[in-house]
């Protein structure tokens, strides 16, 4: 059904392809690739989009304050900033089949003895050390899938088609963090932290069986697109543009991380809304988010409007988080509105995750074939540093700014990011 919808001048049903090692491949086989790329995708969005979402229940079950549990949910994006750079360059270096399998592994290893150890029982409590070191390592492992999936895809789609491939892919984040929005607070509450770090950790051995089945790589006769290898050669460290779409990138990730990690807290503390509500409003901004991405790549790999496309969505999501700023302010005085509070933040949340495929596209076409790894990683570094940095930061704005301060903020983040996707002269 998918393979029907693309444009299909590299498929050739009625003959298979052979990659250079001798191994044959189906002409549809990219979408095993694709579909692989997803699931490792959604495993660790699983992770580090669906823990934050048991925020309510983490900070009653681990005796942790606000500030406590910023620390823990930030090192988990701390450590993803700093492995996902070196694990991109490993990936240009190594190829994604050696780094995906061995990320994925020692994920999934990791996250199988958090849930042995690093739980609240009736005899112990684990303490905010011991649980934010380890959320850092499941963050350092996990580093491994977002370049090395990139590269794979861009390496097996043409161009025309990359920009749709990359947003389904890219829907892996939101269908992750949606399931475990949905799935695991209620699973906390439930059985608790070890089923809940045991349920992640199949899902990574799970990805990790599929990416050994499936994961190779692609024929190189004729597979490669020319508009990939023209810039194979420039190094992404020395290209200035692809620094600023990666910059811009991570600005526009800092009010989405805010709703992934703090739009729970946020609802039930401010909008006294039970886990039901939380659970749900964010599941529908992953549901939207998903549908949007999806959309996106298809629309502008048929308007070759990228860049515009990026620059409107920092527009409307910087629009979007003002008015959910001003309605928080409004709230705090008329409490009739407080029930609107779910709407606005499911529709900030979707508006500033629409983009990321075309912009991930974007940028590896910037980078070329023999670097997307590399840029990709970058990227994600500074996605991640948001990741690290908002948790923290939060606890803070709300002493000082109280939660209108927070949405204020984000919409700041992408009002910034919107110059920085102008093309230079």
Not at 39 to 60: C, D, K, L
Request: aromatic share 10%; hydrophobic share 55%; proline share 4%.
């Amino acid at each position: 059904m998918m393979s029907a919808i693309v444009s299909c001048t590299d498929c050739q049903p009625s003959a298979p392809t052979t990659a250079g090692a001798g191994r044959t491949f189906g002409s549809n086989h990219r979408w095993k690739v694709l579909g692989l790329g997803v699931a490792a995708n959604a495993g660790f969005s699983a992770t580090f989009a669906g823990i934050p979402a048991t925020a309510v229940v983490m900070r009653q079950g681990y005796h942790l304050g606000n500030a406590q549990l910023g620390l823990a949910l930030g090192l988990l994006g701390l450590g993803v900033a700093l492995s996902e750079l070196p694990w991109g360059v490993l990936t240009d270096r190594w190829g994604d089949r050696r780094v995906l399998l061995t990320g994925l592994g020692a994920t999934a290893a990791w996250l199988f003895i958090m849930a042995i150890l690093v739980v609240p029982t009736k005899a112990a409590i684990p303490g905010v050390a011991l649980l934010s070191a380890s959320l850092l390592v499941a963050g350092l492992l996990g580093g491994s899938v977002n370049g090395s999936s990139g590269r794979a895809i861009m390496a097996w789609f043409r161009e025309g088609e990359r920009g749709f491939a990359m947003s389904i892919r890219q829907t892996a984040v939101p269908l992750g963090g949606g399931l475990g929005a949905l799935i695991l607070p209620s699973l906390a509450l439930a059985l608790g932290f070890g089923a809940v770090f045991g349920l992640l950790a199949a899902v990574s051995a799970l990805s990790a069986f599929f990416a050994w089945r499936w994961l190779h790589e692609p024929p190189t006769d004729g597979g490669s697109d020319a508009s990939m290898e023209g810039t194979a050669g420039r190094a992404p460290l020395r290209n200035i543009e692809v620094w600023r779409i990666s910059s811009a990138i991570g600005l526009l990730c800092f009010p989405q991380v805010a709703v992934l990690t703090f739009a729970s807290v946020f609802l039930h503390d401010f909008a006294g809304m039970g886990t039901a509500v939380t659970s749900a409003s964010l599941a529908a901004v992953q549901t939207g988010a998903m549908a949007m991405r999806v959309w996106s790549g298809r629309f502008t790999d048929r308007h070759g409007n990228r860049r515009q496309f990026l620059r409107l969505c920092s527009l409307l999501s910087a629009l979007a988080f003002l008015a959910l700023w001003l309605l928080v302010t409004a709230a705090a005085g008329q409490p009739a509105l407080m029930f609107l509070l779910p709407v606005m933040v499911v529709v900030a949340g979707i508006l500033v995750s629409a983009w990321h495929g075309v912009a991930y596209t974007e940028l590896a076409t910037l980078a070329g074939i023999g670097h997307v790894g590399t840029a990709l990683s970058l990227a994600n570094s500074f996605v991640f540093v948001g990741f690290c940095l908002v948790p923290i930061a939060i606890p803070w704005l709300l002493i000082f700014f109280s939660w209108p301060g927070v949405w204020l903020a984000g919409a700041i983040c992408a009002a910034i990011a919107w110059p920085i996707f102008l093309r230079q002269a």
